[in-house]
C-alpha cells in the first residue's frame, strides 16, 4: 500500500525557506489561472497584463511604488501585533481613523502653520488615531476576554460608518459642489510627490525609517524579547513576569499608529481630501495581512512582500479595467496565495515522503 | 400601533433568520474544536451561487441547494488547512474568507444590479397564520425562517442526546482522548467544518434570494463575523443562538425603525457592529469557567506519534 | 466467550526518528495472568503498549492472538479485538459526566439517547466489580481514583479481556491502591489477562504472575515473580546494582528564609484548595512537599511565586512580606522556580536556547539596559550554562523545542539556580527524565543545600522525598496532614497521612 510518511523537520535553512516560498506562490499563481479560467476569463492574458501593469512598464512601477507606501506601513505594524500572536484585522479601520485625525489636524490648523510642522503634526495625530483604535480591541481581550479578530473587525465597520458620517454630514466640503467629500487640504499640508508620479516620498522615507525601527525593536529589544515570549508561550509569558497588559497595549498602539500613518499618507499624499473609506483604503488593510504573513512577520521583509503585493494590486487593477473584472479580484489573488503560503509552511516544517509499505 | 410592533417583531425574525443559520453552522464548527473564520467568505459564496442558479433556472429551491454545496465544498479549504495541515485557524479562516469573497465576486460580477424574477416566497403556514397576532409574526415567513428553527432544535438534540454529538463534544474538549476511544478526530472535524460551511452557504442565500432578491459584492456586510460573535454569546448552544440570532435581527430592524426621529443613518448603521462589542464584553464580565467554550477551540491536533 | 485466551507480541521493533524505541520484543500473556512490565522511565514501556492499543504502528514485528496474527493500526481494532487500556494520564473529557465518557468509549452505544438507554446496563455492571462513582458527575469533580474507576469500567463495559494499565498506582493514595489491586484480582480470577505497567518493584511484587523488564527499549530479562526477588529485579532494570549514588551529608540548617503563615488559595475554579498552610524554610535545607497530585501543592507553589493570588495569610521572606507581588518581584527578592511541566511553563519552545536562558532574567541589568538587550552578554551567559549544567545541545542558537526532556530542564534548573537564590521552588523536577538526568538534577539540589540555599521541592515520588529532604510535609485536600523530620520513623504512615486518614 502506498502511503504518506509525514515526519517533523529537525533544522530549516534559510534558502529551503525561501524556495518553499517562492514555489508556494508559483503553486498559487497555477491556482488562481484555474479561478481565472473557471470564471472564463484567459489566465496567460491575465498574468501577462497583470505584470505589464505592475513590474513591467514604467508607469507600473511607479504605481507598484506608490501602493507599496500604505502595504509596508501597515504590513510591518501587523507583523508586529501577530509576532504576539495578537491577530490584529483592524488595520482598515485603524488606517481610516488616522485618516481622519490627521484630516482634522490638517483641515483646521494647516492655513496658519507653515509644512514642517503641519505635516509632522498630522502623521502624529493620524499615529494617535489609529494608536487608540488599537488599544481598544487590547484593552477589551485582556480586561474582558473578547476575542480580538472580531472586535478589530466590528471596529472596521464602525469606522467606516463613522467617516462615511462625517464627510455626508458634519465635514462635507463647501468647495465639493455637493459631493460628499471634505474640502482639500491646505497647500501647506499637501505632501510633496517625485514629479511625474504619485510616489509621496515624505511617507515612504517615514514608513522605511519605522520598518527600521520595528525590525530593531522586535528582535534586538528588551521590548521585542517580551513580545516575541508572548507570542510563543504566553504560560511561559506569565511565568517570566511578563506584563501582558502592558506589552500588549504597546504592541497594538504601534500596530494601529502604523496603520494611521498610512492613512495619513493616503489623504495627504493622493486624494488631498476625505471620501468614501473604500476609495480612502481600497483594502490595504487586508491585504497587509497578507504582506506580514509573506514576510514571515519580521518587519524588514515587509518591504519586500508589500512591494510584490503592490505590484499585484497595481496589476489587479490593470486587469480589472481590461478583463471587466470586480474589485473583489484581489481578494481572490490574497486568498489564494495565503492558502498556498499555509501549505508552503507545513512542507517547510514537515518532511513527507511517499512511502511502500508492506501492510 | 399594533400593527407596528407585530410588523416589527415579523421583521426582526427576518432579519435575524441569516444569522440563525450562520451561528447554528459555526457552533457545530467550533464544539469539533475548530474556529471558522470564514464564515463571511462562505456567506457570500453561499448568496452569489444560489442567486445565479435562481436566475438561470428560475428555481430558488434549487439556488438554496447549490448554495448549500457550494458553502460544504470551499468550507474543505478550511478543513483541509486546520486539520489536515494543523495550521493556525485563525489565519487559514482569514484565507477562506478572502477567497469567498473574492470567489464571489467574480462570479457575480455579471448579475449586479439585476434583481430575481423570482424568490424563496414566503410560506404561509395554513390554519396557525390566523392565530391573531402570533399567526402573522411566526407563521407568515419564509421558508428559511421555520428551515432555521427545526435545524436549530435538530443541532442541539444531535449534540446533546446522540451518539454523534459526544463524539463531537469531546473531539473539542480532548481530541487525544477522544482518538484514544476509537474515534476518528479528524473525520469528525471535517464534517462539522463542512456541514457548518453548508450552513454558512444557506445563509446567504437566505440573503440573496429571500432577504433581497439581487446580488451586490459585500451584501454579507459583516454578517458573517457578527455569526463568529454570537456562537459566543450562544455559548455554543444551538437554542441560545435563537435568542441571540433575533436579538441582532431586532437592532438590524432598529436602525430603521429611528432613523425617522432624524439621527444619522450613518450612525444608525453603527448599531450591530456596537452590539456586538457590547454582547462580547458583557459576556467577559462574567466568569470565564462558566462559559463552557470547547477547550481545545482553535487549538491544532497532532494525532499520534510523537 | 473470551476473544483472548492468549496474546502474543513478536519481534516488535519500533524506530522514532531512526532512534529505536522498542527493539525486538517479545512477551506472551495468557488469560488470568497479570503480567508486570518493568522499567525505568523512558524505557519504552508506554510506546509497546501504544502499540499493542493500535496508537503507534510497529516498524517490524506483529501481534498474535490466540496465535493468530492480527492487524491493530488504531485504537478501534485494538478495541475490537478485546483490548483496553487505562493510560497514565487519563483519557478522559473533563467537562463532560463519567456517563458520557463511557458512552464515548462504548462501540454498540445506541445513536441517540445514548446516555438514558446504557445508564441502568452500566449501573449495574460497576456494581459487579463494586465500583462506587456518581455516574452524572463531570469528571473534573471526580477524584483520582474515581476517575482512574470510570476509565477501567469504560475499557470492560466495552468487553476488553486484556486489560493494559499504564503505571496504574502514580496518582494513588495507599488505601486506593490497596483497592485497585483487590479489582484487578478478581478481574484476574474471572480470566482476564492483565498487563500492568511500572516502574515501582513493590507492586510488581505484589501483583504480578510474571514480569518482563525493559532497559532501553530492549528485553533484558523475563521470569515469574516468586523466582526473583526485587535485589534481582532492581538490577535488571537498571542494569547495575546500586540505583543512585547520593550522598547526603548531614548540615544543620541555620537562619529561616522564608515563613508561609494561614496561606489561603483558591483555585481557577474558584474553590479554596489550600486551606492554612503554614511552614517556614531555612538555610541549607531541603524541605519536601509530599502528596498526590491534585492536593493544592501546585496552588500553593504559584501563590508562593506570584503566579496566583492568596485569599489570606502572609508569606515572608527574610521579613519582608511578599504576598500578592509580581512573579517578577518575588523572583527579584530572591526566589526562583522550576515549574511543573517543564515545556508547557518553562520555556517559549520556538525560541533559541540562548534567548530561552535568560527568560525571567530579561530585565536583569546585567543583560538588558532600559531599551535594548545585551546578546552578546546574554550569549555568553548562555554558553557558560550549558557548560556547567552539562546542557547537550548542538548549539546555543537553536530553537529550544528541540532538546531532549532532560536537557532543557537541566536548561530551566541551571538559569535558576545559576544565581544562587536563596530559596529555590522545585515543582516534580526530574518528572518524567531517565536515570542519569534524574541523578545529575537531584544531586544539583543537593549542592544548593549545600551552599546556604533553602529548597521547596514538591515531588509526587517518594523515593526522591526521602533522598533529598531533611523535613517533610504531607499535603492532603489544601492542609498538611503533618511536618516531620527525615529520619522520624512515624514517616512509616506516609502512606495513610497522603490519604488523609491519620494526622500528625
Known amino acids: 500500500m502506498l502511503r504518506l510518511k509525514v515526519s517533523d523537520r529537525q533544522e530549516i535553512t534559510t534558502l529551503h525557506s525561501f524556495l518553499t516560498l517562492v514555489f508556494s506562490i508559483v503553486t498559487g499563481m497555477l ?33 507598484t511604488i506608490t501602493k507599496a507606501i500604505p502595504l509596508i506601513l501597515i504590513g510591518a505594524g501587523l507583523a508586529v501585533a501577530y509576532k504576539a500572536k495578537f491577530w490584529n484585522i483592524g488595520a482598515e479601520g485603524q488606517l481610516l481613523l488616522g485618516a481622519i485625525f490627521g484630516t482634522w489636524v490638517g483641515l483646521n490648523l494647516g492655513e496658519s502653520l507653515p ?126 513576569g511578563i506584563s501582558f497588559f502592558r506589552t500588549l497595549l504597546i504592541v497594538m498602539i504601534i500596530s494601529g499608529g502604523m496603520a494611521g500613518l498610512a492613512g495619513v499618507g493616503e489623504v495627504a499624499g493622493i486624494h488631498h481630501y476625505l471620501s468614501y473609506p473604500a476609495s480612502i483604503s481600497s483594502g490595504y488593510g487586508f491585504t497587509a495581512i497578507i504582506v506580514a504573513w509573506l514576510a514571515k512577520l519580521n518587519p524588514i521583509y515587509v518591504i519586500i512582500s508589500g512591494l510584490f503585493f503592490a505590484g499585484i494590486l497595481v496589476g489587479g487593477d490593470a486587469i480589472q479595467i481590461s478583463l471587466n473584472l470586480p474589485a473583489a479580484t484581489v481578494f481572490v489573488f490574497n486568498g489564494t496565495l495565503l492558502v498556498f503560503l499555509i501549505m508552503g509552511d507545513y512542507f517547510l516544517k514537515h518532511r513527507v515522503k511517499l512511502q511502500w509499505s508492506r501492510t | 400601533m399594533e400593527e407596528i410592533i407585530v410588523s416589527v417583531l415579523q421583521r426582526t425574525l427576518v432579519a435575524g433568520t441569516p444569522l440563525l443559520l450562520g451561528t447554528i453552522g459555526e457552533v457545530l464548527c467550533e464544539r469539533s474544536g475548530i474556529l471558522n473564520l470564514g464564515v463571511e467568505g462562505v456567506m457570500s459564496m453561499g ?163 429571500s432577504y433581497s432578491k439581487s446580488w451586490i459584492e459585500g451584501m454579507t456586510a459583516g454578517r458573517g463575523w457578527i455569526v463568529v460573535a454570537l456562537t459566543i454569546f450562544a455559548l455554543w448552544n444551538p437554542t441560545r443562538a435563537v435568542i441571540g440570532a433575533f436579538l441582532f435581527g431586532g437592532i438590524f430592524v432598529l436602525q430603521y425603525l429611528i432613523q425617522p426621529f432624524g439621527i444619522s443613518p450613518n450612525l444608525l448603521a453603527m448599531l450591530p457592529y456596537l452590539a456586538t462589542l457590547v454582547v462580547l464584553v458583557a459576556i467577559g464580565m462574567r466568569d470565564s469557567n462558566k462559559l463552557n467554550a470547547p477547550a481545545m477551540l482553535g487549538e491544532p491536533y497532532k494525532r499520534g506519534e510523537r | 466467550m473470551r476473544k483472548i485466551e492468549q496474546l502474543e507480541m513478536a519481534g516488535i521493533t519500533k524506530l522514532f526518528h531512526g532512534v529505536p524505541a522498542n527493539k525486538d520484543i517479545n512477551l506472551s500473556i495468557r488469560s488470568g495472568e497479570i503480567l508486570g512490565l518493568l522499567g525505568e522511565n523512558g524505557a519504552g514501556k508506554t510506546t509497546l503498549m501504544n502499540i499493542l492499543y493500535g496508537l503507534y504502528q510497529p516498524d517490524a514485528g506483529q501481534v498474535l492472538i ?17 483490548i483496553g487500556m487505562v493510560h497514565q494520564h487519563f ?80 496518582v494513588l493514595t495507599p488505601q486506593e491502591i490497596k483497592e ?55 538490577r535488571m532494570m537498571i542494569g547495575r546494582d546500586v540505583i543512585f549514588n547520593i550522598e547526603r551529608e548531614e548540615i544543620p540548617s541555620s537562619d529561616r528564609v522564608l515563613s508561609v503563615d494561614k ?68 523572583y527579584d527578592k530572591g526566589i526562583s522556580h522550576v515549574p511543573e511541566e517543564r515545556i508547557k511553563f518553562g520555556i517559549a519552545p520556538g525560541l533559541f536556547l540562548y534567548e530561552n536562558a535568560i527568560l525571567k532574567q530579561h530585565h536583569l541589568k546585567k543583560f538588558a539596559s532600559r531599551l535594548s538587550l545585551a546578546y552578546n552578554t546574554v550569549k555568553d551567559h548562555t554558553r557558560g550554562l550549558i557548560e556547567s549544567f552539562q546542557v547537550h545541545a548542538p548549539g546555543i542558537s ?82 498538611f496532614m503533618g511536618v516531620l523530620k527525615a529520619d522520624d520513623p512515624k514517616l512509616c504512615d506516609i502512606g495513610l497521612m497522603m490519604a488523609g486518614s491519620l494526622r500528625i
Not at chain 2, 482522548?177 to 471535517?190: D, I, M, P, R
Not at chain 3, 439517547?113 to 473534573?140: C, G
Request: net charge neutral; with cysteine; aromatic share 10%.
Open chain 3, 180 to 234: 485497585l489491586f483487590v479489582i484487578l484480582n478478581k478481574m484476574k480470577d474471572e480470566g482476564h489477562l492483565i498487563i500492568l505497567i511500572s516502574h515501582k518493584l513493590d507492586e510488581i511484587m505484589e501483583l504480578c504472575d510474571r514480569v518482563t523488564v525493559l532497559q532501553k527499549g530492549a528485553i533484558v530479562g523475563d521470569a515469574e515473580t516468586k523466582d526473583v526477588d526485587k535485589k534481582i529485579l532492581a
Open chain 2, 47 to 209: 448568496a452569489v451561487t444560489a442567486f445565479i442558479v435562481t436566475f438561470a433556472t428560475g428555481s430558488p429551491w434549487l439556488g438554496l441547494a447549490v448554495a448549500i454545496l457550494a458553502g460544504m465544498l470551499i468550507s474543505i479549504v478550511h478543513a483541509f488547512a486546520s486539520v489536515t495541515l494543523q495550521s493556525n485557524q485563525v489565519v487559514s479562516g482569514l484565507a477562506l474568507t478572502m477567497l469567498g469573497l473574492g470567489i464571489s465576486g467574480l462570479l457575480g460580477k455579471p448579475y449586479i444590479g439585476t434583481p430575481l424574477s423570482v424568490k424563496m416566497n414566503t410560506l404561509p403556514i395554513p390554519g396557525l397564520v390566523d392565530i391573531p397576532y402570533i399567526g402573522r409574526i411566526f407563521f407568515d415567513q419564509s421558508p428559511f425562517f421555520y428551515m432555521a428553527m427545526v435545524l436549530a432544535f435538530i443541532a442541539w438534540f444531535i449534540l446533546v442526546h446522540t451518539s454523534l454529538g459526544i463524539k463531537i463534544r469531546s473531539t473539542g474538549e480532548n481530541p487525544r482522548a477522544t482518538e484514544t476511544q476509537g474515534v476518528n478526530v479528524s473525520l469528525v472535524k471535517y464534517l462539522c467544518v463542512i456541514i457548518g460551511g453548508g450552513f454558512s452557504g444557506m445563509a446567504g442565500a437566505n440573503l440573496s434570494i
Open chain 1, 115 to 240: 509644512f514642517y510642522i503641519i505635516v509632522p503634526l498630522m502623521f502624529l495625530a493620524g499615529f494617535i488615531g489609529g494608536g487608540l483604535l488599537g488599544a481598544i480591541p487590547a484593552i477589551l481581550k485582556i480586561r474582558y476576554s473578547v476575542n480580538e479578530v472580531i472586535s478589530t473587525l466590528m471596529l472596521n465597520y464602525i469606522c467606516a460608518e463613522f467617516l462615511t458620517f462625517l464627510i455626508v454630514g458634519p465635514w462635507k466640503g463647501k468647495t465639493k459642489f455637493g459631493f460628499p467629500y471634505t474640502d482639500d487640504l491646505p497647500e501647506s499640508a499637501i505632501l510633496g510627490v517625485i514629479s511625474g508620479t504619485r510616489i509621496h516620498y515624505f511617507t515612504l522615507i517615514l514608513g522605511i525609517l519605522s520598518v527600521l525601527f520595528l525590525g530593531f525593536l522586535l528582535f534586538k529589544t528588551r521590548f521585542g524579547y517580551e513580545v516575541r515570549v508572548i507570542g510563543e508561550n504566553p504560560n511561559a509569558a506569565k511565568y517570566a
Open chain 3, 263 to 330: 496561606v489561603v488559595v483558591t483555585s481557577d475554579k474558584g474553590i479554596p484548595v489550600v486551606s492554612n498552610i503554614s511552614f517556614d524554610l531555612y538555610r541549607n535545607e531541603i524541605f519536601g512537599i509530599a502528596g498526590v497530585s491534585g492536593n493544592g501543592q501546585k496552588e500553593l507553589v504559584e501563590a508562593i511565586t506570584g503566579l496566583r493570588k492568596i485569599e489570606s495569610g502572609s508569606i515572608v521572606l527574610d521579613d519582608q512580606e511578599i504576598s500578592n507581588l509580581s512573579p517578577r518581584a518575588i
Open chain 1, 31 to 63: 491556482a488562481i489561472s484555474l479561478i481565472f479560467l473557471i470564471s472564463g476569463a484567459n489566465p496567460l492574458y491575465a498574468f501577462a497584463k497583470i505584470f505589464t501593469g505592475s513590474f513591467g512598464s514604467i508607469y507600473g512601477i511607479k504605481e
Open chain 3, 91 to 170: 483519557m478522559l473529557i473533563e467537562s463532560h459526566s463519567a456517563m458520557e465518557n463511557i458512552c464515548l468509549g462504548y462501540d454498540a452505544a445506541p445513536l441517540v439517547f445514548p446516555k438514558a438507554k446504557l445508564k441502568r446496563q452500566i449501573i449495574e455492571f460497576s456494581r459487579k466489580f463494586n465500583f462506587d462513582v456518581d455516574l452524572d458527575k463531570p469528571i473534573w469533580q471526580l477524584s483520582a481514583g474515581e476517575q482512574q474507576r470510570v476509565e477501567i469500567i469504560k475499557a470492560l463495559f466495552n468487553g476488553a479481556d486484556l486489560l493494559i494499565l499504564d503505571e496504574p498506582t502514580s
Open chain 3, 398 to 479: 537553536i530553537p529550544t523545542k528541540n532538546l531532549s526532556g532532560g536537557n532543557i530542564q537541566k536548561l530551566i534548573l541551571g538559569r535558576e539556580i545559576d544565581d544562587n537564590p536563596p530559596v529555590l521552588v522545585a515543582s516534580h523536577p526530574t518528572y518524567g527524565l531517565d536515570v542519569g538526568a534524574t541523578e545529575y538534577l537531584r544531586k544539583q539540589l543537593l549542592k544548593r543545600r549545600k551552599e546556604g540555599g533553602a529548597v521547596l521541592l514538591v515531588s509526587e515520588d517518594l523515593e526522591e522525598i526521602f533522598e533529598l529532604c531533611d523535613r517533610v510535609a504531607v499535603i492532603f485536600k489544601g492542609e
Open chain 3, 66 to 82: 490466540n496465535g493468530k496474527p492480527v492487524r491493530i493500526s488504531s485504537p478501534q481494532e485494538s478495541k475490537m479485538h478485546g
